[in-house]
């Protein structure tokens, strides 16, 4: 039996003992403390942020509408070519209708403008689908102007002096007998998502940029995903230890710490400068979001593979496997789940790039969605740089509404990561 060596004598009653441990477990009680106070701090930081965006972009998922009894005559809407009708008077008579008494032109004017500029167009794209409708009355539902949007949700206060506020005393009036009368709605607001980009704030969508970020993710996608893959592989089980390669690994690591804009100028100068490719597409968004994700999906491919334990490597030389068919039917399908959480990962920080899209000309304004990877676009974060550079009032809360959806996007994003990483991931 090993002899214990002698300890030193230890009076666990000395009161000096007791003053320093108690003086050790208030520290040790201080860093806990400090610790749990940062999470705090950090928690409380990620509320107020998230409780302010859906405080403020709240009201942009509802917008009101006036609902009006529209008279398709056949002398103001051609049946041979409904497209070319007078819509506009037609909405105008609509409201006008309402108000008998007003006859003053500057008051008909004003009265006119409750509604939003894209009833007209609403209007006639429903009579080109429906050219039966032609000499009937009907009635439809469309979107009030911004002021008039502003003031159904609180935003515009009555109680403010005149001249103070966009809408006068009559004007409110006026939509206030509407109101009465039961024609005011606030419905969930798909236009935000249906539409593209526009300058009136009621109209105005997000459809074209959620299209333009869909086709660069995807183009992104498709060329950094199986380039750094096999970078990756090859780096790791095929290259050989050298200077050359340690000066390769050591530049990938630092491509990954880039600020983004430095890649937005390359793509400027190389794709667009040498290459010619069009500004504003999609095609040259993904390109350059490829190169600030390649270095993100290689080091995660890395990682993967050299969590693979040697012995599965060992055991398949042993039987008898190339290094192709170790690599291929053993080693890539084990570091599948890391490479597929980093490359989500890599993605889900394109989604949110804002600095080299705008660098490409991606922040240009689009009224319709695209239609391929060639023509222009937006993107979810340029949009909504541009609505929150914007002066208009209705853009202050679509604008907040944007970020919402982007953050939703991205909290997907990560957690299909996790799914794909606990669904795919083995222990041995």
Known sequence: MTDIPNLPNIDWKDPALAVRLKRRNGKDNWLCWAGLGALGAACLTLVILLASLLVSGLPAFTQTHVTLDFEILAEKVPADDPGKGKFRTIVRDAIYAHFPDITNRREKRALAGMISNGAQYELRDYVIDNPDLIGSTVSLRVPVSDPYDQLAKGLIDPQTPEENRRLKDAEIANFDALADKGLISKPLNLALIANADSRFPELAGLSGALWGSFYALLVCFLISFPVGIAAGIYL?????????????????????????????????????????????????????????????????????????????????????????????????????????????????????????????????????????????????????????????????????AAICVLLAFLIVMNGLAIYLRKRFERHW
């Open 236 to 400: 790791e089980e095929f290259a050989p230890k050298n200077r050359f390669t340690d000066l390769i690994e050591v530049n990938i690591n630092n491509l990954a710490a880039v600020p983004s804009v430095v890649f937005g100028l390359l793509a400027l100068v190389a794709f667009i400068g040498w290459f010619g490719l069009p500004r504003s597409a999609p095609l040259l968004g993904g390109m350059t979001l490829s190169l600030m994700t390649l270095p993100t999906i290689i080091i995660a491919t890395r990682i993967a593979v050299q969590a693979v334990p040697p012995s599965i490597r060992d055991a398949a030389l042993g039987l008898g496997a190339s290094r192709h068919q170790v690599v291929t039917g053993h080693v890539l399908p084990l570091a599948i789940p890391g490479i597929l959480t980093g490359t989500i990962i890599g993605l889900a920080r394109a989604l949110g790039e804002t600095a080299p899209l705008l660098l490409i000309g991606m922040n240009a304004f689009i009224t319709q969605a695209p239609d391929s990877v060639m023509d222009p676009a937006t993107a979810l974060p340029t949009q909504i740089f541009i609505w929150a550079d914007s002066p208009e009032r209705g853009f202050v809360s679509r604008t907040s």
